[in-house]
């Protein structure tokens, strides 16, 4: 097995890992052969990629093609890994899906990367909600080569969207060897009305701000989301009836069931990633502790017993430990737990206090809000505490998500002033790609599902 210089692209995985395995392919290398990478050099610069817009095969179909087109390379590019090539600069023209690539008229145009595709119209319209057949490929255009399979989905053509999120997660897994996270959806806080009299409703929408949706009417307040490992549920407190109560929705049915309600306040509610669990926050006079719900018997077992205030618990990717945030160390701190001997280890150490961890699908990484002189950050560090690294800075940021693939984080960013409000980021984890999401108002508590 090889090893050869990076693309430039890959440097923004850096952070993670200085020798990794990615599908990424060069001359001479078989198809489906992974390939060694040595990381040598220091510059992020984002792969040029060129996409023509999809063949319509079918009569009615080019707005069809021209709309998966359009979202198959805002996914790609807002990723920052790739850079649209603008069609006026073409040399070629795909007016045939099947027919053979010429290569040396994207290399003259420095692409690296070509995808190809076609839409078929079954039957209806999208108005009418019929049918579609969507095609596409992936080529290096450096190497020559088709990099893996043709593939094809057919779905209604109302779920056009969600076929080129998954186009997307495709080409991103086949160019850089991970999974991607385009079909994803994000749930959060909707927040309208005055600073002091803010209406909070729950919200589902795609990862990229398209199909907004309300789940609760906002008469009642709602505080910290939380899908379930299916994303099927979400897991909430909510004070319909003045007091905090821990309540599930189905997403597709809409009705709120309480799953425990005491006169103590409880929040933070966290699905274990098998779901047979939740990990909540109680507080009990001036002292809050962490409990764990067993789903099939309701029995609440309390997992700390501090006198100081624990708060903000997340179960790790098996299941087996959890962090949280605590002030027992005087200042709040982050804590690692073993659920089998319940015995926390510290571990922030960077001077400032911590909160709302979030462990990251991968396992590798927590992610956590830091308060320091006078700023709050997003930052991220190994789960034994080494290699923190800040992300942002600003008035305030807070609660952040991971991406199903685990290398971007959305969190809010609240804006000073009476007229201020909290607004959806995202950041990928080298700190770069800063961008702020589109939502229908103010937002926070995002949550990130995992792929459907």
Known sequence: MRVTRVPKFLITFLFTSVVLTAGWSTAGRAQDDPLRLEILEGVIAALPMAAPTFVAETPQSQAMANNITSVLIADLVGSGLFREIPRQAHIGRITNFDAPVQFAEWRAINAEVLITGSVSLLSGSQ?????????????????????????????????????????????????TGEDGYFDSRIVFVSEFGKKTERTKRLTIMDYDGANVQYLTSGRDIVIAPRFSPDSSEIIYTSFATGKPAVVTMNINERKPRVLWS??????????SPDGGRVLISRTRGANTDIYEINLATRRATRLTTNPGIDTAPVYSPDGERI?????????????????????PRRISFGGGSYGTPVWSPRGDYIAFTKRLDGAFHIGVMRVDGSGERLLTRSFLDEGPTWSPNGRVLVFFREERGEAGGPA??????????LKRLSTPGYASDPNWSRLR
């Open 127 to 175: 108005e009418t909600n019929g049918e579609i057949v969507v095609k596409f490929r992936v080529y290096d255009i450096v190497a020559g080569i088709n990099l893996g399979k043709g593939m094809q989905y057919r779905a209604r053509s109302s779920d056009w969207r969600r076929v080129a999120h998954k186009i997307g997660d495709q080409v991103y897994n086949r160019v």
């Open 262 to 271: 005491i006169p103590d306040m409880t929040f933070s509610p966290r699905f």
């Open 323 to 343: 962090a949280f945030e605590s002030d027992r160390g005087r200042s709040p701190q982050l804590y690692v737990m073993d659920l089998d001997e319940l015995k």
């Open 424 to 433: 959806l980021y995202s950041v990928d984890l080298t700190g770069r790609n």
